[in-house]
């Protein structure tokens, strides 16, 4: 049996150079191998690398890696009218999701009771948030605690308002989640923050938009959720 040795292996024979590739290891070998596209001892451009660790390293065309095709990809999921009913529900949630992002787009509510975010595990949890709801006015702040949800301001919602903004809600550890966000009143120079932390029962696979007292209905625009491992 032989065996040839080379630093270099030219694989293909083409006049255009951009048409053959190259195998090749560094003159003083070090580990590292290297295909590159065009001949050898004249490449063009570098296709694919592997360290001496098992690293690769490549380059890909643009757009070649989609969300599809990764296991955790970053996913917005369909936006819900707000225009009826007392709860806006999003569950299916993957195990996998690390954060949360919640978004509104001209929410409105029939009534006074402040807007609420609920998270958990097979079912809502509806008790025990750590959490305080700001409202920075033209000339004013006012701050309440809740712990049925994450509440966004003071404790005082009007029907006329309308809300547009987000709430990022992201885990901590476990099935502790923290959450951050603020909504903008529309109809006046005030905006309704949100802060807080929860710790659910379970791998969190849920997500509800409603109101603080729970009867109050959603009248007006639409809500929606991008999550992402």
Same mark, same amino acid.
């Given at each position: 049996?032989?065996?040839?040795?080379?630093?270099?292996?030219?694989?293909?024979?083409?006049?255009? @150079?951009?048409?053959? *590739?190259?195998?090749?290891?560094?003159?003083?070998?070090?580990?590292? $191998?290297?295909?590159?596209?065009?001949?050898?001892?004249?490449?063009? @451009?570098?296709?694919?690398?592997?360290?001496?660790?098992?690293?690769?390293?490549? !380059?890909?065309?643009?757009?070649?890696?989609?969300?599809?095709?990764?296991?955790?990809?970053?996913?917005?999921?369909?936006?819900?009218?707000?225009?009826?009913?007392?709860?806006?529900? *999003?569950?299916?949630?993957?195990?996998?999701?690390?954060? $949360?992002?919640?978004? *509104?787009?001209?929410?409105?509510?029939?009534?006074?009771?402040?807007?609420?975010?609920?998270?958990?595990?097979?079912?809502?949890?509806?008790?025990?948030?750590?959490?305080?709801?700001?409202?920075?006015? @033209?000339?004013?702040?006012?701050?309440?605690?809740?712990?049925?949800?994450?509440?966004?301001?003071?404790? *005082?919602?009007? @029907?006329?308002?309308?809300?547009?903004?987000?709430?990022? $809600?992201?885990?901590?550890?476990?099935?502790?989640?923290?959450?951050?966000?603020?909504?903008?009143?529309?109809?006046?120079?005030?905006?309704?923050?949100?802060?807080?932390?929860?710790? $659910?029962?379970?791998?969190?696979?849920?997500?509800?938009?409603?109101?603080?007292?729970? !009867?109050?209905?959603?009248?007006?625009?639409?809500?929606?959720?991008?999550?992402?491992?």
């Amino acid at each position: 049996m032989s065996l040839l040795k080379s630093n270099s292996v030219q694989i293909g024979q083409s006049a255009t @150079a951009t048409q053959n *590739f190259t195998l090749s290891v560094p003159s003083s070998p070090d580990g590292t $191998i290297k295909l590159a596209r065009g001949n050898s001892g004249a490449t063009t @451009a570098d296709v694919l690398t592997v360290d001496a660790s098992g690293n690769v390293t490549t !380059t890909l065309a643009d757009g070649i890696v989609t969300p599809a095709k990764l296991s955790q990809p970053m996913t917005l999921a369909t936006a819900q009218a707000t225009t009826s009913g007392t709860a806006i529900d *999003f569950t299916g949630i993957p195990s996998w999701v690390k954060r $949360i992002t919640v978004m *509104f787009d001209g929410v409105s509510t029939n009534g006074t009771s402040v807007i609420q975010v609920q998270v958990g595990s097979g079912s809502f949890t509806t008790s025990e948030y750590s959490c305080v709801g700001s409202t920075v006015g @033209a000339s004013s702040v006012a701050s309440v605690q809740y712990t049925s949800g994450f509440g966004f301001g003071d404790s *005082f919602n009007t @029907a006329t308002r309308t809300k547009n903004g987000s709430i990022q $809600i992201s885990n901590v550890s476990s099935n502790i989640w923290s959450s951050f966000g603020g909504l903008a009143d529309s109809s006046s120079a005030r905006t309704d923050f949100t802060s807080g932390v929860i710790s $659910i029962s379970g791998t969190l696979d849920r997500v509800r938009i409603t109101t603080v007292n729970g !009867t109050d209905t959603f009248d007006a625009g639409s809500v929606n959720i991008l999550y992402e491992g």
